[in-house]
């Protein structure tokens, strides 16, 4: 199959083309994570691109920017070992009213510390991804997440909120920005989309 | 304590409730201030950055009202080289 990176898709919850695109990250270098206003955690990948903006002359972006909207996400390191997480869900249930601090030696670290501690993975290159189907309330009852696999066994582990999401416009799970201007928006639900990323909003139509 | 079957949903984390109000705020200025999906994530890293160097709201963790994102939307939008 070949599929053209800047064909939009208005709308599909076809999973197999949706798993095809996420190939694209595939042998390619984590560039560096970092994150954004709302915790927001983003995987910068592929070449490094300027900022337009000065205040973030001091950073570059990755041509391909992975970025969890409202998921959570759970990262594993491996050198050194550590297991960095937000929002993850709670599997017991109740919840425990400890949360989120879980084990005796968890800390809350600033998106800043996150930062700082995943900087192991820039070089990384990309060896793995893999769709997850993840149970969420109704009415969706389903989202789907991802992870993604790195040489020398770290991993990064993204999966749709089971918050609520009230009034028009919901809020995707995930977004996958490429170097072609599109975007892939994936959630609520199993649904997704492919398109213009340099669009306003309004106008964000198929090219 | 019960464990919830993988088929089960989980419940929505304490530090998850309200994220998806949050994002949704940042996404209406963006989207009023003409800014695209992908200057929008940029825009996104420029609040994050004005919020460590503690413009505005109660830092390190303080949120921004609908107000100082717009007036950051603007000040990002004339900053656009």
Known sequence: ?207 | MDIVSPTTPAPASQSDMGRKRDLKRVDRVAREAGIPPEERRDFGRYVERCKRDGAYGSPPDGDATEDELRMMAEEFKRGIR
């Not at chain 1, 570059?60 to 491996?78: N, P, Q, V």
């Not at chain 1, 993850?88 to 968890?106: I, Q």
């Not at chain 1, 309004?202 to 090219?207: C, Q, R, V």
């Open chain 1, 1 to 207: 199959m070949i599929f053209d990176l800047t064909h939009t898709v208005e709308k599909s919850d076809d999973l197999h083309v949706l798993s095809a695109l996420m190939t694209a990250l595939l042998g390619q270098p984590c560039l560096k994570v970092d994150l954004s206003y709302g915790d927001e955690f983003m995987l910068h990948v592929g070449s490094p691109v300027a900022y337009r903006h000065p205040k973030l002359a001091n950073e570059t972006k990755g041509a391909w920017i992975l970025g969890t909207r409202a998921s959570s996400w759970r990262l594993l390191l491996t050198n050194p070992p550590l297991l960095i997480e937000h929002a993850m869900p709670d599997l017991f249930s109740p919840p425990m009213s400890a949360y989120p601090v879980r084990m005796g030696n968890a800390t809350v670290k600033s998106s800043e510390e996150v930062e700082k501690n995943a900087r192991p993975l820039s070089g990384k290159i990309i060896s793995g991804v893999h769709l997850i189907h993840w149970p969420v309330p109704a009415p969706m009852d389903v989202g789907i997440g991802f992870s993604v696999d790195f040489v020398g066994e770290a991993n990064l582990v993204v999966l749709p909120s089971p918050e609520p999401d009230e009034g028009d416009d919901p809020v995707a799970d995930w977004e996958l920005f490429t170097p072609y201007h599109t975007y892939l928006r994936v959630g609520p639900g199993l649904t997704w989309s492919y398109v213009r990323s340099d669009l306003a909003a309004a106008s964000a139509t198929p090219a």
